[in-house]
């Protein structure tokens, strides 16, 4: 059964750092690829950062501030976001969906695949 864990959400002021980590059990690492959805009050859910094996993805929106990064010893993804914005204020997600095509990764929402975890939410005051 995959599980998928996430932590280190929090509040912070503009300009600070976070660091996310999802740890996972239940599925073969190395199969799947794991990334970070966000959902920010009235907007659309955006895939922003995916890894894989042999795959990786960042979307604009966050490219320059948002490096993710995967322990295949640990079984844990890690987003470590930087810079942070008052519009970066969401919930996150960690999403695995099997498979390594970060591509395929960006629109599993839409599609309704993948296993989500439960989120954590982040807070970035002005």
């Known amino acids: 059964q995959v599980q998928l864990v996430e932590s280190g959400g929090g509040s912070v002021q503009t300009g600070g750092s976070l660091r996310l980590s999802c740890a996972t059990s239940?599925?073969?690492?190395?199969?799947?690829?794991i990334g970070w959805f966000q959902e920010a009050p009235g907007k659309k859910r955006e895939g922003l950062v995916c890894?894989?094996?042999?795959?990786?993805l960042t979307a604009p929106s966050v490219k320059g501030r948002f490096t993710i990064s995967r322990d295949t010893a640990k079984r844990t993804v890690h987003v470590q976001m930087n810079n942070l914005k008052p519009e970066d204020t969401a919930t996150y997600y960690c999403?695995?969906?099997?498979?390594?095509?970060?591509?395929?990764?960006?629109?599993?929402?839409?599609?309704?695949?993948?296993?989500w975890g439960k989120g954590t939410l982040v807070t970035v005051s002005s």
């Open positions: 999403v695995a969906l099997l498979g390594r095509n970060c591509e395929s990764w960006r629109v599993a929402d839409f599609y309704g695949l993948g296993n």
């Open positions: 239940g599925f073969t690492f190395d199969d799947y690829a």
């Open positions: 890894i894989s094996i042999n795959s990786q």
